[in-house]
C-alpha cells in the first residue's frame, strides 16, 4: 500500500455527514476525498448562518490544501448561492487564489450539471425552509434553467435534514411523478440530503435524467481531474462521455 492516489479535497459544513459517507461509497477506485470543515455558530438553516461559514474558509482551506487535492470543493449548495445571482462561485475563486489548487462550488457544479444535460427546465426537491426554497429557484432562473415544479420538506435545521433517508426522498419525488416526468430533468437540493443510491431507479421510474447537490459536485471534481466517470451505477450524468459539460 503506498498513498499514490488520486485526491478530491472537500469543505463541508460542521453538520454535514452526508458527503463523507456518499462520496466514500461511490468514488471510483483509486480515488480518495479527504475533508475538513467550516464554521458557523448554530445548526440552523438560515442565510445569515450559511454564509457566515465564509468566514472560515480561508484556514479551512490552506488547511486542506497540505494534503495535495487536484481540486477543493466547497460542499455546500445553499452557502454558495446565497450570496447572490451570478455569485456561486466567488468562494472557489477566492479558495484558489488561497490555495493555488483549482476549486469549485456545489452551486456551480450544479449548473454544470444541468448544462451537460440540457436540462433547461426542471423539477427540483429541496429540505429548506421557504425562503431558502425560492431563493434557490431565482437563483436557477437566472442561470437560464426554469423551475417548472418544485417541493420542500421545510427543514429547520440541517439535523432535520440528515436524518431524512434517502427512500423518503425518492418517494417525495414519486408524488409528483408526472410533472417530474415533463421536465428536463429533476434536481434534488442540499449536500446534506441523502441522494446517490436513488439516481437511477428514479431515472428508470421518470424517464428523464436525475441530478443532485451531491451528484453534481462529485461528478464535476471528477471530470475535471479527466478521471472516467461511466459504469458507477450514478445515471445518466455520470454516463455522458467527457466534453459533454462544456
Given at each position: 500500500?503506498?498513498?499514490?492516489?488520486?485526491?478530491?479535497g472537500a469543505l463541508i459544513p460542521p453538520g454535514n455527514v452526508t458527503v463523507e459517507r456518499e462520496f466514500a461509497h461511490f468514488a471510483p477506485a483509486g480515488v480518495y476525498v479527504h475533508y475538513?470543515?467550516?464554521?458557523?455558530?448554530?445548526?440552523?438553516?438560515?442565510?445569515?448562518?450559511?454564509?457566515?461559514?465564509?468566514?472560515?474558509?480561508?484556514?479551512?482551506?490552506?488547511?486542506?490544501?497540505?494534503?495535495?487535492?487536484?481540486?477543493?470543493?466547497?460542499?455546500?449548495?445553499?452557502?454558495?448561492?446565497?450570496?447572490?445571482?451570478?455569485?456561486?462561485?466567488?468562494?472557489?475563486?477566492?479558495?484558489?487564489?488561497?490555495?493555488?489548487?483549482?476549486?469549485?462550488?456545489?452551486?456551480?457544479?450544479?449548473?454544470?450539471?444541468?448544462?451537460?444535460?440540457?436540462?433547461?427546465?426542471?423539477?427540483?426537491?429541496?429540505?429548506?425552509?421557504?425562503?431558502?426554497?425560492?431563493?434557490?429557484?431565482?437563483?436557477?432562473?437566472?442561470?437560464?434553467?426554469?423551475?417548472?415544479?418544485?417541493?420542500?420538506?421545510?427543514?429547520?435545521?440541517?439535523?432535520?435534514?440528515?436524518?431524512?433517508?434517502?427512500?423518503?426522498?425518492?418517494?417525495?419525488?414519486?408524488?409528483?411523478?408526472?410533472?417530474?416526468?415533463?421536465?428536463?430533468?429533476?434536481?434534488?437540493?442540499?449536500?446534506?440530503?441523502?441522494?446517490?443510491?436513488?439516481?437511477?431507479?428514479?431515472?428508470?421510474?421518470?424517464?428523464?435524467?436525475?441530478?443532485?447537490?451531491?451528484?453534481?459536485?462529485?461528478?464535476?471534481?471528477?471530470?475535471?481531474?479527466?478521471?472516467?466517470?461511466?459504469?458507477?451505477?450514478?445515471?445518466?450524468?455520470?454516463?455522458?462521455?467527457?466534453?459533454?459539460?462544456?
Amino acid at each position: 500500500m503506498n498513498n499514490g492516489s488520486r485526491r478530491i479535497g472537500a469543505l463541508i459544513p460542521p453538520g454535514n455527514v452526508t458527503v463523507e459517507r456518499e462520496f466514500a461509497h461511490f468514488a471510483p477506485a483509486g480515488v480518495y476525498v479527504h475533508y475538513n470543515r467550516l464554521y458557523r455558530p448554530t445548526v440552523s438553516v438560515d442565510k445569515a448562518g450559511l454564509l457566515s461559514m465564509i468566514e472560515s474558509a480561508e484556514k479551512a482551506s490552506r488547511g486542506l490544501a497540505q494534503a495535495n487535492p487536484e481540486i477543493i470543493v466547497y460542499a455546500c449548495t445553499s452557502g454558495s448561492f446565497l450570496s447572490g445571482p451570478g455569485r456561486e462561485d466567488e468562494i472557489g475563486e477566492m479558495i484558489e487564489r488561497w490555495t493555488g489548487i483549482p476549486a469549485c462550488t456545489t452551486s456551480s457544479s450544479v449548473i454544470m450539471g444541468l448544462k451537460a444535460l440540457k436540462a433547461k427546465r426542471v423539477f427540483m426537491l429541496t429540505p429548506y425552509p421557504d425562503d431558502i426554497h425560492a431563493q434557490e429557484i431565482e437563483f436557477l432562473r437566472f442561470r437560464g434553467v426554469i423551475v417548472d415544479g418544485h417541493d420542500t420538506f421545510r427543514c429547520a435545521d440541517t439535523v432535520q435534514i440528515r436524518d431524512i433517508p434517502s427512500e423518503a426522498v425518492a418517494e417525495r419525488v414519486l408524488q409528483h411523478r408526472a410533472q417530474a416526468s415533463a421536465c428536463d430533468a429533476v434536481f434534488i437540493s442540499c449536500t446534506n440530503l441523502l441522494t446517490l443510491d436513488q439516481i437511477e431507479d428514479l431515472e428508470r421510474a421518470l424517464g428523464v435524467p436525475v441530478t443532485s447537490s451531491n451528484h453534481c459536485t462529485l461528478w464535476a471534481a471528477l471530470r475535471h481531474m479527466n478521471v472516467a466517470t461511466t459504469g458507477l451505477g450514478l445515471g445518466r450524468l455520470f454516463e455522458l462521455p467527457v466534453g459533454a459539460a462544456k
